[in-house]
Structures are given as C-alpha cells and as structure tokens.
C-alpha cells in the first residue's frame, strides 16, 4: 500500500518565518490532503488539493501538487507559535477508498 | 453528533485481557476509518467502512483485532489477548463520501497495555 513521506521530518523556525513542509507519493491520486495534529491526538483537516489542481490557498496556508513529481508542499507564511504542531499528508489511490497517511513533520514555531 | 466521538479515552488493561474500544461517527457520514498510532509515529490504517460494502479489513495487523460497524453508523474496534506491542492511540474518522472529502478525526482512545 501506498504511504506518504514528509519532509522534514522536524522543523524549527522563528516565529514569523515561512515555513515549508514536503510530502511525496507512490502512486496515482485522486486527492491529497493535509492535516494538523496537536499533542498526539485528533487531526484537524486544513486542505485538500484535487489531482487536476496545482494550487490552493486556506488564509495563511498554500499548498501545491505536482502529479509528475508526485510530491507536494505545504507553505505556512508569517508563522504563529499556535502553529506548533505535527504536519501530515494523506492520499487516496485512485483506485482505492482509503486515505494512506505518511509520517509527519513536527514543526516548532519560537515565540 | 456534532463531531466523531470516541471512547474510552484512555484505557489500561493488562496483558492478556480483550479491550474494545467505541467509535460514534459523524451522523450521515457513510465512510468510517481507524488507525493506529504509535508513540511518535505515523497513523497505521487498520479498518474501513463505506457504506453497506464490505469493509476493508487489509490493515489489521493480526486475527487478534476485528471490527463491525452497526447500522451503518456506531463502530466498535475489539482487541483480543492485548500485547504490549499494541498500546497505541487508536483513531476513528468519517467522512461523508470516501475519498474526495475530509475525514474528520475523534480525539482518539489512548490505549496502554502493562
């Protein structure tokens, strides 16, 4: 089964900095989303990207999708310390209903 | 419900000892997932429902877990004979129509098996 594979795997940044996050896959998709985990519990859904879509904007999020590289990228501009969280990415085959989640990066915003 | 809730939150139990643990999805969501999270790590799909279809039952990682989901709404994951080796947050999502929406996750069930 195919899974998701971010990088880095920690980030840390000062507060108001970008930060960038990468996410690379194994196979066609149908979507990729991203997702926000705060203290190793329930994730919270921030975006998801279509696979006849090359960028989106959520407020302070963009996130792009290259099918031909098979990767995207999640970008936070002007970071916040609340934004201190795990980071994951999830595809779905598309020839399969599940969505496949890779290992996350665990961002560190510094006041 | 206003969002997917899991319970327990938290669970000890020896090993040995059979656990199950309770997932009530969002209503009208007919596509319920659960994962498996260690310590530090990624989400490990487990189990997946849609429907009436049968579910999806590739990641469990052995005859020791099952799952059923009831009337297409309520799930419940049990855990036969627990081992150390499962204590885990185990996480439940639903979504309204696999894949091409969000899940929404519950705060999961932190499981530890001494």
């Known amino acids: 089964s195919q899974q998701g594979e971010e990088d880095p795997q920690a980030l840390s940044i000062q507060e108001g900095e970008n930060a960038t996050m990468n996410c690379s896959y194994k196979t066609s998709i149908n979507n990729l989303q991203w997702y926000r985990q705060n203290s190793g519990r329930g994730l919270v859904h921030l975006i998801l990207?279509?696979?006849?879509?090359r960028e989106k904007h959520s407020g302070r999020l963009r996130v792009t999708l290259d099918t031909s590289k098979k990767s995207s990228s999640l970008l936070i501009t002007a970071s916040r310390a609340a934004d201190t969280a795990s980071y994951f990415c999830a595809t779905d085959e598309d020839t399969g209903n599940q969505f496949y989640f890779g290992t996350g990066t665990s961002l560190t915003v510094i006041p | 419900g206003a969002g997917v809730s899991q319970s327990p939150s938290n669970k000890v139990t020896e090993k040995g000892k059979d656990v199950e643990l309770r997932c009530d999805p969002i209503s009208g969501h007919t596509a319920l997932y659960w994962y498996r999270q260690s310590l530090g790590q990624g989400l490990e799909f487990l189990i997946y429902?849609?429907?009436?279809?049968?579910?999806?039952k590739s990641g469990l990682p052995s005859d020791r877990f099952s799952a059923e989901r009831t009337g297409g709404s309520v799930s419940t994951l049990t855990i036969q004979r627990t081992q150390q080796e499962d204590s885990a947050v185990y996480l439940c999502a639903s979504s309204r129509l696999a894949p091409n929406t969000e899940a929404f996750f519950g705060q999961g069930t932190r499981l530890t098996v001494v």
């Open positions: 990207i279509r696979s006849n879509e």
């Open positions: 429902f849609q429907g009436n279809s049968a579910p999806d």
